[in-house]
C-alpha cells in the first residue's frame, strides 16, 4: 500500500519536479509545501535539495520550516533527506564557514579534499554497499549503483546510523537512519530501478 | 567505484528528434522526442542529453515543452540546452525537469550569464558544450551559433575558460566528426580532458562501439551516442556489454559489471 500522505519540503533550493515525478510513477501524490504549518499534517515529508548548506539552513531559519521539521520529527513522521536534505539533518558542515544543521545525527559535513587526485564533485554513478538490513532496502542489492552529485561528503560519528557506504577516495555513508529520519546522499529520483526501489520501499512504510 | 558514463543525445528541431550530420538536421528519426526518451529509459542509459538545435529562437518554448513532457518519464539525469540566452529562460528548463543545462554560445557571447548560472544553481548544473570545427588549412579553431562561428582558440584554452566562468562539466563535440562515423575528434579531445579536472563527455562521430572505448581511453569520463541509438535495436545494452568487455567500468542496470579483461 503506497501511503498517499507525502509532503514534498520547498525552501527554494533545488529541483522538486524529479522528485515529485518519481513519486507519482510510483503511484504517489505528493504535495509541494512551502507553509511550515501545513507540514504538521504529513505523515512523510521529503526534504530534497541541490545548492549551498548555508544558503539552504537560513532558507529553512527563516521560514521556519526548521522548527516545524522537528515538531514533525518528533511526532515521529517518516523524514527522508536527499542530498543536501541529508546533510542539513546532520550537526554541522564546513561548507564556506561553519554551519549548524538540525542536528538530527550526530555526524559532520567535510569537503572531498583535492589531492585525492579525484575531480570535485563526485559526481555520476557509483556502488551503494548495505551495511545493515533495513526495511527502506528490501528487495534491493547492495553494490548497486545510484546517481551521486556533491561536493561534500557525511561523516557519522555514530555507526549504527549508518545503513549504507559509498567509495570516492575514501568511504562516506550514503545512507544514514536514526528512528523515523532518513537520509540518501545520492537521488534516488534519478537512479533508475534502484532508486526508484528506495523510493517506493519509503512510500510504502506504515505511517 | 565510479563507473564511466554512457549517454544517450537526443538533437530536436522544432521538437522532433533528427540526425545530425556535420551539424546539418535532415533526417527525423522520432516523430515524438517522449518514445525515443521511453525506449533509453528502459535501457541502460546513465544519463540523457536533449539539445535544440532549431535556428529559430522561437522554437525555444515547444523545447521547453518537450523537456516538461520527457522529465515525467525520466528517472536517469536530464541535461538540456540549445538557446538558453537569459537567466529566465535557464530557470524555465530547469522548472520543466531539467537537472543540467547546456551552454555553448553564451561562452563566447555572454560571459557573464553562465557566471550567474554557475552561482546562482551550482557548478554541477551548467555543461559547457564546446565545437571544435577545423577551418581550411586544417586548423581546429572553435565554431559557436550551432557551428556557424569559427573562433581562432585552443580546445583546451577555451575548456579552461569555461571551467573558470563556472561550468561543472564539458560536452566535447567536433563540427567535422558529427555524423562521420569514424569515432570520436581524439587529438583535440585528449588535449582538453588533459587540461580540466571537471568530467569531459566524449560527443560526435560514434559508428562502432570500439570508438566509446577510444573516447574513455583518451580521458573521457562520459561517452555519448546520438544517432547509432536510433538505429540499432538494444542498442545502450549492446555498447555498454561492449565497454565492459573492454575493461571499462560500467553500470549496467544497477549493477557494477566486472570488467572481463585487464585494460
Excluded at chain 2, 86 to 110: C, E, F, I, W
Aim: proline letters at 3%; one cysteine or more.
Amino acid at each position: 500500500m503506497v501511503s498517499q500522505n507525502i509532503a514534498i519540503v520547498d525552501y527554494g533550493m533545488g529541483n522538486l519536479r524529479s522528485v515529485q515525478n518519481a513519486i507519482e510513477h510510483l503511484g504517489g501524490k505528493p504535495v509541494i509545501v512551502a507553509n511550515p504549518l501545513e507540514l504538521t499534517a504529513y505523515g512523510k515529508i521529503i526534504l530534497p535539495g541541490v545548492g549551498a548548506f548555508g544558503q539552504a539552513i537560513g532558507c529553512l531559519h527563516r521560514t521556519g520550516l526548521d522548527v516545524a521539521l522537528n515538531q514533525c520529527r518528533e511526532a515521529g513522521a517518516h523524514i527522508l533527506g536527499i542530498c543536501l536534505g541529508m546533510q542539513l539533518m546532520c550537526s554541522f558542515s564546513e561548507e564556506d564557514g561553519i554551519h549548524e544543521g538540525l542536528n538530527w545525527f550526530a555526524a559532520q559535513v567535510t569537503r572531498f579534499l583535492p589531492d585525492l587526485g579525484l575531480s570535485i564533485p563526485h559526481m555520476g554513478w557509483n556502488s551503494v554497499d548495505f551495511i545493515s538490513e533495513d526495511p527502506i532496502l528490501a528487495g534491493l542489492t547492495s553494490g548497486s549503483d545510484a546517481y551521486f552529485v556533491h561536493s561534500y561528503y557525511v561523516h557519522c560519528e555514530d555507526p549504527t546510523d549508518v545503513l549504507a557506504s559509498t567509495e570516492y577516495g575514501l568511504r562516506f555513508s550514503s545512507m544514514v537512519r536514526c528512528g523515523n529520519v532518513l537520509g540518501v546522499q545520492f537521488h534516488p529520483e534519478k537512479s533508475q530501478e534502484f532508486g526508484l526501489g528506495i523510493i517506493r520501499n519509503y512510500l510504502e512504510m506504515p505511517c | 567505484m565510479l563507473k564511466k558514463r554512457l549517454i544517450a543525445v537526443l538533437i530536436l528541431r522544432d521538437g522532433q528528434v533528427v540526425q545530425s550530420v556535420r551539424f546539418k538536421h535532415t533526417n527525423v528519426i522520432h516523430y515524438d522526442a517522449v518514445h525515443a526518451m521511453e525506449t533509453f529509459n528502459k535501457w541502460a542509459v546513465d544519463e540523457i542529453v536533449i539539445l535544440n538545435v532549431s535556428r529559430d529562437v522561437a522554437s525555444r518554448e515547444k523545447f521547453a515543452k518537450v523537456i516538461e513532457r520527457i522529465s515525467c518519464h525520466c528517472f536517469v539525469p536530464l541535461t538540456a540546452g540549445g538557446w538558453i540566452t537569459n537567466d529566465a529562460y535557464a530557470q524555465k528548463l530547469l522548472l520543466s525537469g531539467a537537472d543540467k543545462l547546456v551552454v555553448n554560445t553564451a561562452l563566447a557571447d555572454d560571459k557573464q550569464l553562465v557566471c550567474r548560472l554557475a552561482l546562482r544553481y551550482g557548478r554541477q548544473c551548467i555543461v559547457a558544450s564546446m565545437d571544435m570545427k577545423r577551418d581550411s588549412s586544417g586548423h581546429t579553431k572553435i565554431a559557436v551559433d550551432r557551428g556557424s562561428r569559427l573562433i581562432d582558440v585552443r580546445p583546451e584554452a577555451w575548456a579552461c575558460m569555461a571551467v573558470e566562468l563556472g561550468a561543472g562539466e564539458i560536452l566535447f563535440n567536433s563540427v567535422d566528426h558529427d555524423g562521420a562515423r569514424k569515432g570520436y575528434d581524439l587529438e583535440s579531445l585528449k588535449k582538453v580532458c588533459e587540461a580540466v579536472t571537471v568530467p569531459v563527455i566524449a560527443f560526435g562521430g560514434v559508428f562502432t562501439w570500439s570508438h566509446l572505448v577510444e573516447g574513455i581511453k583518451a580521458g573521457a569520463s562520459a561517452v555519448a551516442v546520438a544517432n547509432l541509438f536510433h538505429y540499432t535495436e538494444q542498442s545502450t545494452r549492446k555498447a555498454k556489454t561492449y565497454l565492459a568487455d573492454s575493461g571499462v567500468f560500467v553500470r549496467k542496470q544497477g549493477q557494477c559489471l566486472a570488467p572481463m579483461k585487464a585494460k
